[in-house]
């Protein structure tokens, strides 16, 4: 089911939209939380947390279909670092829509305010970190050995 479409991979379609996707709705998250006059607004942060949380699943289960296809040609220890750490990386989009949604149970609770701006830091640092982290090692696992190799 997540392997190809159209006859190409589903996993490079999906990862592109976590990569350029989680960042901004981490960055939203945070914007929402420091800025009270935005926190009518965290309940479209959670929604689009919600969709990034999808598209992250997504990108996981695609990513395990490809390596299942292509893992048997040679995987090497890059290739192995990325798949750990794309194993782990709908955690951090769920760390995060765990934040949205205190953003929303504390929208009318000014009092907590700081509390909602903590969660919604460490949940965004995370997530960014993660995201930063996994999208390196797979774009090395894809393009390292063929770029060092050619002139």
Request: zero cysteines; a positive charge.
């Amino acid at each position: 089911m997540f392997d190809t479409i159209a006859g190409l991979p589903i996993h490079p379609l999906t990862v592109h939209a976590v990569v350029v996707l989680l960042p901004l709705m981490a960055i939203a998250t945070v914007a929402v939380a420091v800025r009270p006059a935005w926190r009518g607004y965290a309940r479209w942060v959670l929604a689009g947390n919600v969709v990034v949380l999808v598209a992250a699943v997504v990108a996981r289960q695609s990513g395990l279909a490809l390596y299942e296809r292509i893992g048997k040609l040679g995987a090497n220890e890059l290739a192995e670092t990325h798949a750990a750490y794309g194993k782990v990386l709908p955690l951090f989009a769920l760390f995060l829509v765990a934040a949205a949604a205190v953003l929303v149970l504390l929208k009318d609770r000014p009092q907590l305010a700081t509390l909602g701006i903590v969660v919604a830091v460490v949940a965004a640092l995370l997530a960014i970190g993660w995201t930063v982290v996994t999208g390196d090692s797979g774009a090395r696992a894809v393009w390292q050995d063929l770029v060092t190799n050619t002139n």
